[in-house]
Structures are given as structure tokens and as C-alpha cells.
């Protein structure tokens, strides 16, 4: 904040080729799944320290595979600045936290699950941001990320704001956020959070406080295009 941002330079040599040549099997819809959800920041500490991803790829790798979990899936570790939020109010859409070292440290991770034949999912927030002055709210001095309509572009529940979805820009920015996971980290899915506050134009809103379709109906159509494209899109690649 205030000062400048950090660029990191990737060097990573990954050693996950036997995963991703049966990645696609492993993966398909038909395929069976179990999934271990967990906080990488909260599932085990050494006094009151987060383990480290290179700590967690020793211990956590061996306890999913252990339990004969097919996926472990890591609440959001894109870069956010209230750490009780455990990530959901994200402002690094292309940064991983360095709470728990760089991201090559977090690579390495992932590696370790796909060389133990686990596959990784990413809890991914696209539904909104907090509004942090360092982050992406009123960017350039206007409401750039934000719809710039309170009853679209304010979450009320969480304090935060919500994307136009109706922006091309926008959303390219975030498809090219979830293809940066998948391609630089090697992720084998992403799980979409809060999508009924997205889908919903009278989510947590009272009458009055949200404006319908023009037949009535309170779909909002631009967030589920959205969320059909991301699908494709994802899917195809």
C-alpha cells in the first residue's frame, strides 16, 4: 500500500508430469471424488506460527493421503488483508499469500500433492472485494471494478463490493485471474465461492433495495453469463 508492488520472477521446476498425464481421467465428472477442504493458515501451527506451504507439503500432504482423499481443496490463498476473513475478501487476484512463504514455496505444494496422486482445488472469490484503498475500489478514481449501482455493486451482509459483471473488461480480468491459477500453478479445479449472492439481484437485499428485470424476475443475468463463460472456458482448457 502506498508504496509499490512486488513482481516475482518464476523459476519453478515442476515434477508433477505422471499427474498431469492422467490428470484428465483423475479429474472427470465421472471419476470418483473426496475432498478435504482446509485453511492452510489454521490446520496445524507450531506455537501460535502458520506453517509454512514447504512445512505443509511434509505434514498435511501425508495426512491426505493417509485419510485416501482423492483432492485437497485450499481455502482461498489469493493475497487478502483481514486475515479472519480466511482469504474470502480477496485483493491479489494474481498473488498468493506470502503469509505462508513465496510462491514458488506454494508450487512446491502443489507438486507434492500431484506426485502423491492428489489432486488441487482452489477456493477462487469472484463474487467481490473488500474496499481496501491499496486494492482495486474506485482504481483510477472512479468505480473501474465496481458497478458504480449501489444496489448491484454493494454487498450489504459483507461490507464489500461487488464486480460489473456487465464490463467485458471486468470480466476478462477475472477469466484471466482463474486461467492464472490453473496454468502457472497447475491446479486441477477452481470452486467458486458465495455464487447465490452473485446469481441474485435481491440477495440479502429488502424490497426496495434491489430493482428487478424488466419481466419481474430477479436472475441477474449479466453475473450468470458470467459464471457460464468461466465454466467453458475452464472446461475447454
Not at 85 to 101: E, V
Not at 120 to 128: K, M, N, T
Amino acid at each position: 500500500p502506498k508504496s509499490a508492488s512486488v513482481v516475482w520472477q518464476k523459476s519453478y521446476d515442476w515434477k508433477d508430469e505422471a499427474w498431469l498425464a492422467q490428470a484428465k481421467e483423475k479429474n472427470d465428472l465421472k471419476s470418483p471424488i473426496s475432498t478435504y477442504e482446509v485453511h492452510l493458515g489454521s490446520w496445524k501451527k507450531e506455537g501460535n506460527r502458520s506453517l509454512h506451504y514447504t512445512e505443509l507439503a511434509k505434514d498435511l500432504v501425508a495426512y491426505v493421503k493417509e485419510m485416501n482423499f482423492t483432492h485437497v481443496e485450499f481455502m482461498p490463498v489469493m493475497e487478502h488483508p483481514f486475515y479472519p476473513s480466511w482469504g474470502y475478501l480477496c485483493t491479489g487476484f494474481f498473488a498468493a499469500t506470502s503469509r505462508y512463504g513465496d510462491p514458488e514455496e506454494l508450487k512446491y505444494l502443489i507438486d507434492q500433492f500431484h506426485q502423491a496422486g492428489i489432486g488441487v482445488i482452489l477456493d477462487w472469490v469472484p463474487g467481490h472485494f473488500p474496499e481496501d484503498e491499496h486494492a482495486l475500489a474506485d482504481f483510477d478514481g472512479t468505480q473501474v471494478y465496481e458497478h458504480p449501482d449501489k444496489a448491484k455493486g454493494y454487498h450489504p451482509d459483507w461490507k464489500s463490493l461487488i464486480f460489473n459483471y456487465e464490463r467485458p473488461e471486468i470480466r476478462a480480468f477475472l477469466l484471466s485471474s482463474a486461467h492464472f491459477w490453473a496454468m502457472e500453478y497447475h491446479i486441477d479445479g477452481i470452486r467458486v465461492d458465495a455464487v447465490a449472492s452473485m446469481i441474485y439481484l435481491d440477495y440479502s437485499r429488502e424490497e426496495g433495495e434491489w430493482t428487478p428485470n424488466e419481466d419481474g424476475s430477479n436472475f441477474y443475468r449479466a453475473a450468470i453469463s458470467f459464471l457460464q463463460e468461466l465454466n467453458t472456458a475452464m472446461y475447454r482448457d
